[in-house]
């Protein structure tokens, strides 16, 4: 009956062992927040703390190997182009006093103040220079350059036609009286007034003719020109009388020097002269109506074909 009565006070006992061993407040204990100190002025505000500085490994190993800076060099030049028109290149600088300059192997004289000034004659192309610069103690300096002489081009005229029916076409034209010229690679030259011709020799179908001008300083002038040979058929002129009381005439007549003559009577070849391309021919007729056919071939096998009639009357 005891043990009865005292039973919610014994478990509200073990309820506050328990929150006091864990640490909890309880609920009618008011927590007291700690104390901050005030700053001695009420209108002054904390400082705040500054942040720490970081250095980047990177930046702290490049620091670490950073080279010395290069010396500035005793003899400096003023700019000089890397292509030039001129042959004769101006070459102006400055070193300290008391130094030597040598461009090429060659002394350049310096003035007291370290000035100087010198004049190279450029080759076409890429020219190398090379300046020393000498002292005393065994100093030495060198430096090198590279300038590119590319002489302006000729003046250069080509005059050509744009067909042709002949072997052999003339080229003309203009250029300077100093100049040397290529025709298809065979030097010519022009007459004191500029003026030059040259024959070349033509291939059947498109030829091309490259004219190639070279100044004395070296310049270079290129023109091409295209020519389109179609080669004719050979003339042919053959004189034939019509009509003969003998079994036996006589033809002649001219054509091309190089051409082969073929001549047919009455369908069976004859033989025939040729010279110079003039030729003749003994034939044998029969009596009545014969055939005559000369034909002409040249060496492109162009044909030219003669075909007449001869009547040989032996009644009288």
Avoid at 16 to 29: D, E, N, R, V
């Amino acid at each position: 009956m005891l043990f009865t009565k005292c039973r919610p006070a014994a478990f509200l006992l073990v309820f506050i062992c328990f929150i006091l061993l864990a640490g909890c407040t309880l609920p009618w204990q008011k927590k007291t927040p700690e104390k901050q100190a005030a700053p001695a002025n009420q209108n002054e505000t904390a400082p705040a703390a500054a942040p720490a500085k970081t250095v980047r490994p990177a930046v702290a190993a490049a620091a670490a190997t950073a080279l010395p800076r290069p010396k500035p060099a005793a003899t400096v030049l003023e700019p000089l182009p890397a292509v030039t028109a001129q042959q004769q290149l101006e070459v102006r600088g400055k070193t300290k006093p008391g130094l030597q300059v040598f461009i090429n192997n060659l002394p350049v004289p310096v003035e007291a103040n370290g000035t100087f000034t010198t004049s190279l004659e450029l080759k076409p192309g890429t020219n190398q220079l090379q300046i020393n610069t000498l002292g005393k103690a065994g100093f030495k300096e060198e430096q090198k350059l590279a300038i590119t002489y590319q002489p302006p081009p000729p003046h250069l005229l080509v005059v050509a036609p744009a067909t042709a029916d002949a072997e052999t076409v003339t080229i003309s034209g203009q250029a300077s009286p100093e100049d040397i010229l290529y025709v298809n690679s065979t030097p010519t030259r022009a007459d004191k007034e500029g003026r030059f011709s040259a024959p070349v020799r033509l291939k059947p179908g498109q030829n091309e003719i490259t004219v190639l001008a070279v100044s004395p300083a070296g310049g270079h002038s290129e023109v091409k020109k295209k020519v389109l040979f179609n080669p004719p058929p050979p003339r042919l002129a053959v004189i034939v009388p019509s009509e003969t009381r003998s079994k036996q005439v006589t033809i002649s007549g001219i054509t091309d020097e190089n051409a082969v003559l073929v001549l047919y009577v009455n369908d069976s070849r004859s033989e025939i002269n040729q010279q110079s391309g003039q030729f003749s021919a003994t034939l044998q007729l029969q009596e009545g109506l014969n055939v005559i056919s000369v034909q002409a071939i040249n060496k492109w096998g162009k044909k030219t074909e003669y075909n007449s009639t001869i009547y040989c009357d032996l009644t009288s």
